[in-house]
């Protein structure tokens, strides 16, 4: 386990890094004048100059060579690189047509949708409550479609986008700075090419609105890198049942944000889609903190087992007799 001020500043950058995802909503507002494209563009082309300045003062350049002679595992990492960019397009559209309560039910639902991949593609074992929670998850689903007259695709889409880019980074198994470096690499030229020829039909609000549209274009890197960074610190820091808790902060920032600064429509319908999603989480949290719970005590269990055991075995060396040479 790690030590107790190692907890605390992992606790510190899992704030930092779901508390900026769950406010990133206000950032792509604030560029609500550049087409969701350019957005887009702009993010993944800024953020390739942020990842080398990391690497240039992290100095880690040790694995590029190897990834560079694994095609199944580069290939991995050109799909993730592909799925998170649908993921990135469709929030950001989301947040600037007025959807950012149901792009935030997207990412409560998505520790669901990875545990339903990880039944489907990697054959592991839900336990009971597990089941619950996603039987649960899916009458939410359910209930909001029935509700709507319609399946909340943007939720579906987000979650689904997202937990196939988590199940592709378990087979890529690159560090945070260094998979950020390269999904940006392999993304930067295409954004560049839709960037130069936004440009070229006169499109670019990053050369026709100003230095500030500019610079906040060009903080799109930025906003990418630094809760990735931090999600990277506090990820090597914390157990993973603290980390699980932690990712319900971004969704539940950016649900506060729909209600409260964008002012979007909560009829009783979403209100009970939204429970059911909730109730589901908490079934999830709970299991995973008894079975966390469990473990340490049967891990202390068998490490004082091991020291009875290896004193008996000290003291009865200890009393045979010894022989004269």
Known sequence: MPS??????????????????????LYWHLLSAAS??????????????????????LRRWSWIRPLLRQPKRLGLVVAAAAVISVNWYLYIWAVNAGHVLEASLGYFINPLVSIAFGVIFLRERLRPLQWAAVGVGTLAVVVMAVA????????LVLALSF????LLKKGVKLGGIEGFSVETTIQFLPALGVLIFLGVRGESSFLSDGAGQALLLAGCGIATALPLIAFGASAVRLPLSVL????????????????????????????AGFALVWLALAVLTWDALRTARMSR??????????AVMSRVVNRAQAAEPKTSA
Not at 163 to 166: F, L
């Open 4 to 25: 107790p001020s190692d907890q605390r500043t992992g606790l510190a950058y899992g704030f930092v890094a779901y508390g900026l995802w769950g406010v990133l909503p």
């Open 36 to 57: 969701p494209t350019e957005i887009l563009a702009s993010r993944m082309a800024w953020s390739l100059p942020v990842a080398l300045v990391f690497l240039v003062a």
């Open 148 to 155: 709507y007259g319609q399946v909340p695709w943007i939720a």
């Open 297 to 306: 005590a049967a891990a202390r269990t068998a490490s004082a087992s091991q």
């Open 244 to 271: 699980g808790m932690l990712q319900y902060l971004a969704p539940t920032f950016q649900f506060v944000l729909g209600l409260t600064v964008f002012h979007e429509a909560m009829p009783p319908e979403r209100w």
């Open 163 to 166: 937990a196939t880019y988590g």
